[in-house]
């Protein structure tokens, strides 16, 4: 049986560039699924841009730890209601401010994309990394049918330093899972970018290596490409 490939581009909606690098990397590239940051200012773009593209998966990037909470003041937030940090968030938050955060944005998600969220999971890990916000999206998940990322079979060390082909290419030859998911952050860097986040010119590098003819042509020979959905992708 063929191995399974989920590759899914968190921050979808961040900025304009890194929208339409993730289309582009969907487009050109193995990418098949990204995640929407709902609170973000170029989420409406993303959304508008998913639409030319029915099947591009589309999950939920649930984001505790940056830009204005949907929930107002709660031990998430601080006096103007921005989310905060996660080395503050971590001792603060409790479990059910995650969970009405997380229901306000997937709410809100369902509203403007129109259906549910292919799956969630959310900025910077903090669904895995707080035992409360873990419990919350758990709660989330039963009550919404909604498949969530775990740590498990993901591959997060396509990130920074470790944004190689060849170093790509040797997890992927090493995975011996039946399912697999690749966690990337493809994207064009803007001024929106530089101004909001440090992870900014690797995003160019990832997008160009998922469109690499050499990894194209390796996926093409060894896995099926997946959404969170289970539908396939043809290279």
Known sequence: MRKKLIVNADDFGLT???N???IEA????ILTSTTLMINQPFAKHAINLKKQYKNLGLGI????D?????SGISSLTDENGN?????LLKDSGTEEDFYREAKLQLEKFIELVGEKPTHMDSHHHIHIKSNNAEKAVLRLSKEYNLKIRTQCNLIEDFYDAGVELEKLLNTLK???CEITELMCHPGYIDHALLKTSS???KREDELNILKDSTLLNYIKENFDLIDYLGNCKEV
């Open 26 to 29: 969907y487009t050109y590239g």
């Open 61 to 64: 990037h649930l984001t505790f």
């Open 199 to 201: 992870y900014n010119t």
């Open 16 to 18: 304009p560039g890194v």
């Open 83 to 87: 989310l905060l940090k996660y080395s």
């Open 174 to 176: 090493n995975s011996s």
């Open 20 to 22: 339409y690098g993730i």
């Open 66 to 70: 940056k830009g204005k909470a949907l």
